[in-house]
């Protein structure tokens, strides 16, 4: 994974410094029947448990199929409702007080407590034929809430009072599907305070498993999980300061 990806001067015109918060990136060869995916999650962690998280996460952690801790889902808030509405995350509040933070279960028995800066807009299409945005990651309720962040009209980006960017939220590259969420790096250094910025990353390939991938050889590659990958960066070893 390219460091450009996880941290970018500036992004469309915009300056920063930017953050990668949120990715979940795929390609898919509709010839061959093969897709690559990508899933990339920010999490602010307690600078004491950084090692603990990097080891962990190398060695194998718990996570329900395989996937990266995954932030809140709202379903019926409205686009134009993010980030200043009370709707906003108030369901996942009445289910978990603290809906961001996380605790990641590790061998041995080890508890790491992180917390996730993005939140996720998922309203189902099917109530409104107007809204077609499909699933697109916006900050958490508290990242937005902490600097004052209002949306940008007709987008999921959001900015300061000062009207500059503070969060862009991009489409797959093209041949791509899926959504990026970056935030300003400054912003993101005061939200965390002493904490520190750990990437967890995912990826892997696979193939529909039809009759013209259908072989032993294949079917042992997956089932010894050697089609996947998994890495883990520290905001500091990419760029002083985050």
């Avoid at 995350?89 to 990641?104: C, I, K, M």
């Avoid at 945005?133 to 004052?148: E, I, K, L």
């Avoid at 590259?173 to 750990?198: I, N, S």
Wanted: aromatic share 10%; charged share 25%; glycine share 10%.
């Amino acid at each position: 994974m390219p460091d450009s990806f996880l941290y970018s001067d500036d992004l469309a015109g915009h300056p920063g410094p930017w953050v990668l918060i949120d990715a979940d990136l795929g390609i898919e060869d509709s010839e061959t029947e093969r897709r690559v995916f990508c899933s990339i999650a920010a999490v602010l962690v307690r600078p004491s448990d950084v090692g603990g998280l990097v080891d962990g996460f190398a060695a194998g952690v718990r996570l329900a199929l395989g996937r990266l801790p995954e932030p809140p889902t709202d379903y019926y808030t409205y686009a134009g409702e993010i980030p200043w509405s009370r709707e906003f995350g108030r369901s996942a509040r009445a289910d978990e007080p603290e809906p961001y933070r996380v605790v990641l279960e590790f061998e041995g028995d080890r508890l790491i407590e992180v917390e996730l800066l993005s939140h996720t807009f998922a309203w189902e299409d099917y109530h409104s034929p107007l809204n077609a945005a499909g699933t697109v990651p916006v900050p958490s309720q508290a990242f937005s809430a902490s600097s004052d962040l209002r949306g940008v009209p007709q987008s999921f980006d959001q900015t300061t009072p000062d009207e500059m960017r503070a969060a862009l939220s991009f489409r797959g590259p093209d041949e791509f599907h899926g959504k990026t969420l970056y935030l300003r790096k400054d912003l993101v250094r005061r939200y965390a305070g002493r904490r520190k910025l750990v990437w967890l990353m995912l990826g892997g390939r696979h193939t529909s498993m039809s009759g013209k991938n259908d072989s032993t050889a294949v079917r042992q590659v997956i089932q010894a999980g050697q089609n996947t990958w998994k890495d883990v960066r520290i905001g500091s070893d990419i760029h002083n300061g985050l």
